[in-house]
């Protein structure tokens, strides 16, 4: 067993390291302050372990040591990623990325210090002049042609992290083989290895000529554009929460045909101390807060929100009790779908071959929308790289129409292989416009696609299992879980469990088994019983937490009741909790 004394030899070794000449004097002086500190915590926490390149690429806290994001932690990243592009791509005259960067501290930083390692390694770059949205990123990979980009975010954390996500050629988060195979050259790459002077020429920046075609795209996603002209005045309220969204969204809903977008001013600040929130996450209520009170002052139609890149939105809309409520983000991707095929249908231009793709743990609901109306669907694991795997494997063979998950992200067209509030933003507008031109809220729209379709509420619980101690007790629920699933739910029979850790859907009630469809394997359980529950229960795969997500089926027949029918459904839920001793 690993002492505390032991580790702390470890780490004064690894970061004396750091005091040698391939690191720069400011990162030296960073880590003699930390060894000179009488408490070695900061010290500990940023040098006992390597931050690792996952396969969504790296995350972490900024500052000095392995453990930190920083400019040699991101040039190994970087440098790996070359190495690992020159293999692949072997055979291309010029193998090209391109490169976009957020609101946080220090990610313009990052990303030139990415564009040199890539120019260093004969790469061509095309760096973006200034921060743009992670679905724009997405969409020049596609439009440029390139091998590979990458985006320095880290999403909705807190402001003290930031990341490096790595995408593939088609424009999507990178997938397996070539995530675990680029993690392999990336733990290969020393600071020494590190080519971090390229050739300055081979990197061409980016402006107001990507927005332009970008916008052009975004465009065509509006299906409905006379409904936004009758309602081109709907008052939106919007928040980019400090980021990326800041001119991107509004100008695309300008492109739409909407002309009365209402701003946070104190909102608008770009700023990676995020001044006026405590998270930038629009899934949290706190983040909209002011979005919010400024909707209530102008009474206004709407509220949308992003997070700092601009990939994750938020809804608030007004309740029947004239009370503005944040959509989840099963509701919200419900509301996408319906629509979306729901005008398709109405305008013949659902041909039978099209499609729409959810992740597992969003509500079924959208897929009854989907085979009610003949459309095909497919479920995926977590993360929009999935959905983007199944559009790259139907290419050219079906229509893309629609797919998103319930962690507030949709994306609404296959021009952005990732989630992409810009569009949806727009799109969501011109949906409340819709509503609007139908007489009625998109609150009540939402109600009445309850009404069409069958009730549905959605939980989530984390259990927090800390330490080793901690991680072993979840791998042990997991286990129990498998070899012993509960019987009866909220007082219905277990009807059917899928284990996608081997891809086996089991009938609990006639013993059948069935291969379920993925290509790869995810430590998830799912169970359904007889009265149309869901519940999905899957470790978390970056904190110490189990995560339990709750779907409860049920009947609104009347508007009028959907507050009594919601809390029948969350007092069933909060039974479920107590029966699972969560």
């Known amino acids: 067993m690993t002492t505390n004394q032991e580790v702390l030899i470890d780490v004064k070794l690894k970061a004396a390291e750091w005091l040698t000449e391939v690191y720069?004097?400011?990162?030296?002086?960073?880590?003699?302050?930390?060894?000179?500190?009488?408490?070695?915590?900061?010290?500990?926490?940023?040098?006992?372990?390597?931050?690792?390149?996952?396969?969504?690429?790296?995350?972490?806290?900024?500052?000095?040591?392995?453990?930190?994001?920083?400019?040699?932690?991101?040039?190994?990243?970087?440098?790996?990623?070359?190495?690992?592009?020159?293999?692949?791509?072997a055979d291309l005259p010029e193998i090209k990325v391109a490169i976009a960067y957020d609101c946080r501290n220090n990610s313009r930083l990052f990303s030139e210090t990415s564009a040199e390692v890539f120019a260093g390694n004969g790469i061509r770059v095309y760096l973006f002049e200034d921060l743009r949205p992670t679905p724009e990123l997405s969409f020049a990979i596609r439009e440029l042609g390139c091998q590979s980009g990458i985006i320095l975010t880290a999403s909705h954390n807190p402001k003290e992290y930031n990341g490096y996500k790595a995408y593939?050629?088609?424009?999507?988060?990178?997938?397996?083989?070539?995530?675990?195979n680029i993690i392999v050259e990336v733990s290969k790459v020393k600071a020494a290895d590190i080519k971090f002077n390229g050739d300055k020429n081979l990197?061409?920046?980016?402006?107001?000529?990507?927005?332009?075609?970008?916008?052009?795209?975004?465009?065509?996603?509006?299906?409905?554009?006379?409904v936004v002209q009758r309602q081109k005045d709907l008052k939106i309220v919007y928040t980019p929460i400090h980021g990326t969204g800041v001119r991107m969204i509004p100008a695309a809903l300008r492109a739409f045909g909407f002309t009365n977008i209402i701003n946070v001013p104190e909102q608008d600040v770009v700023s990676g101390e995020f001044p006026t929130v405590i998270s930038p996450n629009p899934e949290e209520t706190a983040a909209l807060e002011m979005?919010?009170?400024?909707?209530?002052?102008?009474?206004?139609?709407?509220?949308?929100?992003?997070?700092?890149?601009?990939?994750?939105?938020?809804?608030?809309?007004?309740?029947?009790?004239?009370?503005?409520?944040?959509?989840?983000g099963n509701q919200t991707c419900l509301v996408f779908i319906y629509y979306i095929i729901r005008k398709r249908k109405e305008s013949g231009k659902l041909k039978g071959n099209e499609f729409v793709v959810k992740t597992i743990v969003t509500t079924e609901l959208i897929a009854e929308i989907a085979q009610r109306n003949k459309v095909d669907f497919y479920d995926v694991f977590t993360g929009f790289k999935y959905i983007a795997e199944v559009i790259r494997d139907l290419e050219g063979q079906k229509v893309y129409i629609g797919g998103g998950e319930e962690s507030f992200g949709f994306m609404p067209a296959d021009f952005v292989r990732d989630k992409d509030a810009v569009s949806s933003c727009?799109?969501?507008?011109?949906?409340?416009?819709?509503?609007k031109d139908e007489g009625k809220s998109l609150y009540e729209m939402l109600l009445d696609i309850y009404m069409e379709y069958g009730f549905s509420r959605e939980k989530m619980k984390y259990v927090v299992r800390k330490g080793k101690?901690?991680?072993?007790?979840?791998?042990?629920?997991?286990?129990?879980?498998?070899?012993?699933?509960?019987?009866?739910?909220?007082?219905?029979?277990?009807?059917?469990?899928?284990?996608?850790?081997?891809?086996?859907?089991?009938?609990?009630?006639?013993?059948?088994?069935?291969?379920?469809?993925?290509?790869?394997?995810?430590?998830?359980?799912?169970?359904?019983?007889?009265?149309?529950?869901?519940?999905?229960?899957?470790?978390?795969?970056?904190?110490?937490?189990?995560?339990?997500?709750?779907?409860?089926?049920?009947?609104l027949t009347n508007r009028a009741d959907y507050d009594a029918v919601e809390k029948q459904a969350d007092e069933k839920i909060d039974a479920m909790m107590k029966e699972l001793d969560l």
């Open 24 to 89: 720069d004097e400011a990162t030296q002086a960073e880590v003699r302050r930390m060894l000179g500190n009488e408490d070695p915590t900061e010290l500990i926490d940023s040098f006992y372990r390597d931050l690792e390149f996952g396969t969504g690429g790296l995350r972490g806290i900024m500052g000095a040591g392995t453990n930190r994001m920083n400019i040699y932690t991101v040039g190994a990243a970087t440098q790996g990623l070359s190495n690992y592009l020159k293999k692949v791509f």
């Open 168 to 180: 593939w050629d088609d424009g999507s988060q990178i997938v397996s083989p070539h995530d675990e």
């Open 203 to 226: 990197i061409t920046i980016l402006g107001g000529e990507m927005d332009y075609l970008f916008l052009e795209k975004v465009k065509t996603v509006s299906i409905s554009p006379e």
């Open 291 to 328: 979005a919010i009170a400024k909707a209530v002052e102008v009474d206004a139609d709407v509220v949308l929100a992003s997070d700092p890149d601009a990939d994750r939105l938020g809804v608030a809309v007004k309740n029947d009790k004239g009370k503005f409520v944040i959509l989840n």
């Open 426 to 435: 727009a799109l969501m507008a011109e949906i409340v416009a819709w509503a």
């Open 469 to 555: 101690s901690g991680a072993e007790e979840i791998e042990q629920m997991m286990i129990t879980f498998r070899s012993n699933p509960p019987k009866i739910l909220g007082g219905s029979k277990l009807k059917l469990v899928k284990d996608y850790e081997v891809n086996i859907a089991k009938n609990i009630l006639t013993g059948e088994e069935t291969t379920i469809d993925q290509k790869t394997t995810s430590n998830v359980l799912q169970f359904f019983t007889e009265d149309g529950t869901k519940i999905s229960v899957r470790p978390s795969g970056t904190e110490p937490k189990i995560k339990f997500y709750f779907e409860v089926a049920g009947n």
